[in-house]
Nanobody, 121 residues
Framework: QVQLVESGGGLVQPGGSLRLSCAASGTIFSINRMAWYRQAPGKGRELVAT???????NYADSVKGRFTISRDNAKNTGYLQMNNLKPEDTAVYYCFADSIVTPRAIEYDSWGQGTQVTVFS
């Protein structure tokens, strides 16, 4: 089974930057849509950004102009560059892939384990 492993979270002051990575492990032929979600304490999971295999992107209004989603299909890795971070960006960030084609099967709706991002003064 394919695993999505996030990295790059941490503590940062307002105005700072972080870059999250999401690496898919295992033998993979292709990954369709990738996305980043986040969940703040006491709140539901929120869609942050999406990217298709071809590179078409969409963003939540709250992060437009500050966050950039990208991917490297050859490395089966997705990224989220987060600039000008605000305290309200504090959350656990999750990587998501809607379908992953492997030699054995197509795996649907795969999630990473999450990485904590904390923005504090």
């Amino acid at each position: 089974q394919v695993q999505l492993v996030e990295s790059g979270g941490g503590l940062v002051q307002p105005g700072g930057s972080l870059r999250l990575s999401c690496a898919a492990s295992g033998t993979i032929f292709s990954i369709n849509r990738m996305a980043w979600y986040r969940q703040a304490p006491g709140k539901g999971r929120e869609l942050v950004a999406t990217i298709t295999r071809a590179g078409t992107t969409n963003y939540a209004d709250s992060v437009k102009g500050r966050f950039t989603i990208s991917r490297d299909n050859a490395k089966n890795t997705g990224y989220l560059q987060m600039n000008n971070l605000k305290p309200e960006d504090t959350a656990v960030y999750y990587c998501f892939a809607d379908s992953i084609v492997t030699p054995r099967a197509i795996e649907y709706d795969s999630w990473g384990q999450g990485t904590q991002v904390t923005v504090f003064s």
